[in-house]
């Protein structure tokens, strides 16, 4: 079993979560998510000894994105998010009024690919409906869920390309599937687990 390390920081106006992820065995990071405080993000890196090799967005939304770029690593997000990274619109911070462009994304993720860093093996799962290219990424006993699914809520749909069947069948069909003792780390809030949301969260009563 890999010797794996979360850490969760709320960032961001709105209190995104961003995680740090990192192997204990080597003190590899990456980052899910660094939606702000950029300089936040560096110290808790720099304090736990941590190289941060790449980023993934588990959506183009602004307040999952916003400090992209300033780490100078490779970015991973989905393929149909491509454009979220770039387009003030799409990322709806045009709507707030900063227009928001990160650096493009440096690899297109697709439904079930595999990401290696040293010891860490994630899985891509493709989870639309709160955006279109939405993933949530599995590693060993954990997954982190985006805005897709969180503890006793779901992700928004009444957003531009907000899709709430696609939401739900993302929900029933990939991540209730998975074992109820599987933690899920969320895009904001705390976390909960796969049998716990099934249980209670009540948008499934």
Do not use: Q, W
């Not at 639309?128 to 699914?149: A, M």
């Amino acid at each position: 079993m890999p010797d794996f390390k979360i850490k969760r920081l709320e960032v961001g106006p709105i209190g995104a979560n961003c995680y740090i992820v990192s192997d204990e065995a080597t003190k590899n990071a990456f980052l899910i998510d660094p939606g702000g405080d950029p300089d936040r993000i560096k110290s808790v890196l720099k304090k736990n000894g941590l190289t941060l090799k790449f980023i993934i967005n588990t959506h183009g939304h602004g307040d999952h994105i916003l400090g992209n770029g300033y780490f100078n690593v490779p970015i991973y997000a989905h393929r149909l998010e491509k454009d979220y990274l770039t387009d003030p619109n799409k990322n709806l911070s045009g709507m707030f009024g900063f227009f928001l462009k990160t650096p493009e994304a440096t690899k297109l993720l697709e439904d079930g690919e595999k990401i290696s860093m040293d010891n860490l093996d994630l899985e891509i799962l493709h989870t639309p409906g709160h955006t279109p290219g939405g993933i949530s990424i599995k590693l060993d006993g954990v997954v982190f869920t985006g805005d897709t699914l969180f503890a006793g809520s779901v992700g928004r749909t009444d957003l531009p390309a907000g899709d709430e069947e696609a939401l739900f069948r993302s929900i029933k069909e990939k991540l209730f599937i998975l074992g109820d003792d599987v933690i899920i780390y969320p895009g904001h809030g705390h976390e909960s687990t796969i049998g716990e949301e099934k249980r209670t969260n009540p948008f499934f009563k």
